[in-house]
T-cell receptor, first 115, second 114 residues
Framework: EPEVTQTPSHQVTQMGQEVILRCVPI?????FYWYRQILGQKVEFLVS????????KSEIFDDQFSVERPDGSNFTLKIRSTKLEDSAMYFC?????????????FGSGTQLSVL | AQSVTQLGSHVSVSEGALVLLRCNYS??????LFWYVQYPNQGLQLLLK??????LVKGINGFEAEFKKSETSFHLTKPSAHMSDAAEYFC????????????FGAGTRLFVKA
């Protein structure tokens, strides 16, 4: 089964610092997503990315967040000035392509801890 | 808009007993429905999915789910629980609107007692 790779698996940062979470999605997929899961809570949609632009974003995805896929391979989520409440597991996902069009493939996540 | 409701944040069963995790959805168009499993400190793994066709779908590890349109339900079952089934289970819904943004339920943690 194809994989979505996320790095790092754990990231610790100080409040106010910028962080970049990285994902290498499946190359022949068309849509890319970021989700987050605060400890003990549900998995929440952040943003979807298609054709090199944001196709949809949630209310969580404010001006502190940005995404890009600069080289057609890596898909990154940047948080400009982290807050304590940004501490969560962040999942990258890819979908919309190949023979499993409706299925999302999730990475194993990056645990972000903001101190 | 789509939404998913999972009844019961925690379910506890004995090993060998029936597992039933409940999920109801809301969707304005024919939905795609999924169950994902999350083991401790791991990512999300797809258990099974319903898109079209047969309403009873079988997944990995002996799980199955039945899509009931009249009840807007997609409950997950397994005839006999195993200790290794202990995990968090998420029901999810998406639709083909040019992408497959997936909306997750709040999750149900399954405990399996020896």
């Amino acid at each position: 089964e194809p994989e979505v790779t996320q790095t790092p698996s754990h990231q610790v940062t100080q409040m106010g610092q910028e962080v970049i979470l990285r994902c290498v999605p499946i190359s022949n997929h068309l849509y890319f997503y970021w989700y987050r899961q605060i400890l003990g809570q549900k998995v929440e949609f952040l943003v979807s990315f298609y054709n090199n632009e944001i196709s949809e974003k949630s209310e969580i995805f404010d001006d502190q967040f940005s995404v890009e896929r600069p080289d057609g391979s890596n898909f990154t989520l940047k948080i400009r000035s982290t807050k304590l409440e940004d501490s969560a597991m962040y999942f990258c996902a890819a979908g919309g392509g190949g023979s499993t069009n409706e299925k999302l493939f999730f990475g194993s996540g990056t645990q972000l801890s903001v101190l | 808009a789509q939404s998913v409701t999972q009844l019961g944040s925690h379910v506890s069963v004995s090993e060998g007993a029936l597992v039933l995790l409940r999920c109801n959805y809301s969707s304005s168009v024919p939905p795609y429905l999924f169950w994902y499993v999350q083991y401790p400190n791991q990512g999300l793994q797809l258990l099974l999915k319903y898109t079209t066709g047969a309403t009873l779908v079988k997944g990995i590890n002996g799980f199955e789910a039945e899509f009931k349109k009249s009840e807007t339900s997609f409950h997950l079952t397994k005839p006999s629980a195993h200790m290794s089934d202990a995990a968090e289970y998420f029901c999810a819904v998406s639709q083909n609107t040019g992408g497959f943004k997936t909306i997750f339920g709040a999750g149900t943690r399954l405990f399996v007692k020896a």
